[in-house]
């Protein structure tokens, strides 16, 4: 594949995935993540192919891929009990959209609530091993946490009470992807698909990580620059 990204994003992530799925209807096993720089053979693709036998689900990633070729970023002024000072603003920071759900009205809230879905099933999708290497703290969580709960009420506990887990920050990714999408979807435009990924959002990451091994991992960095 041609990482150049003046090709169209989404008509390429689209024939990734298509051919991915073709791939799993052929494939015994699949090289399962299980941390960073880890991988076991996993012989479960029969849940990967019903999966993937959605045309729905197949063109929500391919949309979700393309939409993080370019991200907003930068820097930006902010006053504090200390004074102004500049910090870096990123839509591939957790922290950062969780405070963008807090500053917007709640009418406005949904979409910045999805794109937090979003980004957890793209790192953990497509990054799994920066995933693992580098969850969220604690502290993030918990304001994370409370920017959703601010859209939609009370969503239970994250999976930190088990300790650094073993899968580093995939676990709490899986919890935050469907717990935005969850919370998120009566807002959106596609609530059917995104409530459907939300209860499949560990096939979802499963499939991003065998597209992403098969095709992506050269060329992530020319598709991917920001992240």
Known sequence: MDGGRGDAPLQTFGQLVDRTADDL???TFVAEWTG???R???FDTASLREFAASGDRRLFLAQ???SYTRVSSGRIWSRSGRGWRKRRYSELDPLWLAELVASLPE???GLA???L???ALFLSGVFPDHAGRD????RNLVRITRAIESLGGPVGAPPVAAGAFNEGGVTVLQWLGRTAYRVSGRYADDPEVVADVAGRFVEARRFLNVLTDRYLFPVREEWFPLA
Do not use: K, N
């Open 36 to 38: 960073p720089g880890e």
């Open 117 to 119: 879905g979003d980004l």
């Open 135 to 138: 969850p969220i703290p604690p």
């Open 64 to 66: 979700l891929l393309a």
């Open 107 to 109: 009418a406005q809230r």
């Open 40 to 42: 076991f053979p996993v």
């Open 25 to 27: 209807r052929s494939l």
């Open 113 to 115: 609530v999805r794109r």
